[in-house]
């Protein structure tokens, strides 16, 4: 370029530098571009769901409604010892597994004990006809009979009614007497005896009760034993006293 004349080297120059820019300014647009087919890319094969997952879906629904029917008919068909079931006292239910492979006949089940979501828990009174769908659906829940220090400070610490669709704290007696004061409930202490001896009212506190969010216990409820009964080293099922000690972690 030593021959070139000074204003051709500048318009040489010059133009040597657009050509690069438009080359760098080409190369950044198909790298936008190719970065985009790769991530299109990933959103597709993210969508999409391989058939094996609907047949393994499936095959769980299925293996969880056999044993539904199974527990079912060995309900219908046995004569229930009536007299091993706690008529009329007061249970905790704790939901303790997740719905992948649920019968939809459980889940129904469980929503009529609005047992919804997992480590929530509510009071039952027990009948043979709630001892029985309990039965129906135990191997997604673990229940017993709780203390009355425990109904307290579940109450206490984890009580929430609802009214009107809006969900209020149970911060103080006010808001108790507010709500229910048509059944002469004015204060805790009073949803703490409607509870704790299953009386008439039972039904009336219990339905205004959210169910109960809980925290998930340190060091219990493991993934592997969840699954399991608890006669068999598990933890779903019917725990009587031993279901304090569990839910006193859990508050």
Known sequence: MDNIPQAQKKYVLTDIMKKRKHQSSLNEERARQIKER?????????????????VDKYRKQQTAYSYFKRKERKQNLETLDVKSIPINKTLLVVRIRGVKDISNKQQKILKEFRLNKVNTAVFVKTTVDIWKKLK????????????????????????????????????????????????????????????????ENFDFVTKFLVPLKLNHPEGQLKSGKIKKPLTKQGEWGYREERINNLVENMI
């Open 38 to 54: 790769i991530l299109k890319k990933k959103q597709k094969t993210k969508d999409f769901i391989h058939p094996e997952k609907f």
């Open 136 to 199: 129906l659906v135990e191997n997604y829940l673990t229940y017993g009979l709780p203390t009355r220090q425990i109904i307290n400070d579940l109450i206490v610490k984890r009580g929430h009614i609802m009214k009107e669709k809006e969900i209020i704290a149970l911060k103080s007696n006010e808001i108790i007497e507010e709500y229910m004061s048509e059944k002469d409930i004015i204060c805790v202490e009073d949803i703490v005896n409607t509870i704790a001896n299953a009386s």
